[in-house]
């Protein structure tokens, strides 16, 4: 069974040991021995580990955890549009945890009001992504401690459930005070 709960300060280590993990562990086919060190580093090299620290600080994440509480997942929001992480530990891979977590954040994005997410996918985590209905914008490549990469833009429209705040003039006479609105359910 997979346990969601937001990610707080205390699984920030956890989190930076399993995006080391889930890079280093990448299949061979899909990133050189290069790629995998120079992305694996931006979680041990100090200030790369402190960019993602501070990113998992101030985003909007969740962890997926076994029954026992061990953390083997995480996402997060950062902004509030943009899934900026989304990782796996290699051990917990295909068995639901990142289709849990991202399932959530859209859930979470579209209470919120967001018409959309966005992302930058890797070769690892595309094919999750397009099987959650995200759309393929354009491939891109950049440089991640000076070794070139390829990653894919996607974007998924959303349904938000909560609409732009109502505007009223208050100085109408069908404005009805607080203490006359119903109580919601």
Same mark, same amino acid.
């Given at each position: 069974?997979?346990?969601?709960?937001?990610?707080?300060?205390?699984?920030?280590?956890?989190?930076?040991?399993?995006?080391?993990?889930?890079?280093?562990?990448?299949?061979?086919?899909?990133?050189?021995?290069?790629?995998?060190?120079?992305?694996?580093? $931006?979680?041990?090299? =100090?200030?790369? @580990?402190?960019? /993602?620290?501070?990113? #998992?600080?101030?985003?909007? *994440?969740?962890?997926? +955890?076994?029954?026992?509480?061990?953390?083997?997942?995480?996402?997060?929001?950062?902004?509030?549009?943009?899934?900026?992480?989304?990782?796996?530990?290699?051990?917990?891979?295909?068995?639901?945890?990142?289709?849990?977590?991202?399932?959530?954040?859209?859930?979470?994005?579209?209470?919120?009001? $967001?018409?959309?997410? =966005?992302?930058? @996918?890797?070769? /690892?985590?595309?094919? #999750?992504?397009?099987?959650? *209905?995200?759309?393929? +914008?354009?491939?891109?490549?950049?440089?991640?401690?000076?070794?070139?990469?390829?990653?894919?833009?996607?974007?998924?429209?959303?349904?938000?459930?909560?609409?732009?705040?109502?505007?009223?003039?208050?100085?109408?006479?069908?404005?009805?005070?607080?203490?006359?609105?119903?109580?919601?359910?």
């Amino acid at each position: 069974m997979k346990v969601l709960r937001p990610l707080d300060y205390g699984d920030v280590q956890a989190a930076l040991e399993i995006y080391r993990q889930a890079v280093e562990r990448c299949p061979a086919e899909l990133y050189s021995d290069l790629q995998r060190h120079a992305w694996a580093a $931006q979680a041990v090299d =100090r200030a790369g @580990a402190d960019r /993602l620290r501070a990113s #998992l600080e101030h985003g909007q *994440g969740l962890v997926s +955890c076994l029954n026992d509480g061990t953390v083997v997942a995480f996402a997060l929001r950062e902004p509030a549009d943009r899934i900026a992480l989304l990782y796996c530990h290699p051990s917990h891979q295909r068995q639901g945890h990142g289709t849990a977590l991202l399932r959530a954040l859209s859930e979470q994005a579209e209470l919120e009001g $967001q018409t959309g997410l =966005r992302t930058e @996918a890797s070769f /690892l985590s595309c094919g #999750l992504f397009m099987r959650e *209905g995200w759309q393929h +914008c354009w491939r891109e490549e950049l440089l991640i401690n000076g070794v070139r990469f390829r990653r894919f833009r996607l974007r998924k429209p959303l349904q938000p459930i909560l609409g732009p705040w109502p505007t009223h003039n208050c100085s109408s006479s069908s404005t009805r005070s607080v203490n006359s609105m119903p109580s919601s359910p």
